[in-house]
């Protein structure tokens, strides 16, 4: 089992950058697939963006792609947010599972993750 715990979120302006951390606990990230997920007020929560536990494979949700990058070292997993707007505020969640395969759609979904860390909150101011 392992334990996420995100980091990084705050209060930016429209155009700006934050770097978002999701720190695991209890083992290294070689046995999962990792993503990112983001819900807003009042919306279901969505998919941002997931790593395959090669680190080969990435893809991305439609409203984040080009200007957001998932990557890891090992121990943390990071989300480079670029470009960001006000439609990207929300509390952003990082979530790992150990599926061996999952489609696009598949991988998109909240329930294909098995953990999930507690949330930062992310906001942009226009």
């Known amino acids: 089992q392992v334990q996420l715990v995100e980091s990084g979120g705050g209060l930016v302006q429209a155009g700006g950058s934050l770097r978002l951390s999701c720190a695991a606990s209890g083992r290294t990230f070689s046995r999962y697939n990792l993503g990112w997920f983001r819900q807003a007020p009042g919306k279901e929560r969505e998919f941002v963006a997931r790593m395959t536990r090669s680190s080969i494979y990435t893809f991305y949700g439609d409203s984040v792609k080009g200007r957001f990058t998932i990557s890891n070292n090992g121990s943390t997993v990071y989300l480079q947010m670029n470009s960001l707007k006000p439609e990207d505020t929300a509390v952003y969640y990082c979530?790992?599972?150990?599926?061996?395969?999952?489609?696009?759609?598949?991988?998109?979904?909240?329930?294909?993750?098995?953990?999930w860390g507690q949330g930062t909150q992310v906001t942009v101011s226009s």
């Open positions: 979530a790992a599972d150990t599926s061996a395969f999952c489609s696009r759609y598949e991988c998109s979904m909240v329930s294909t993750y098995e953990y």
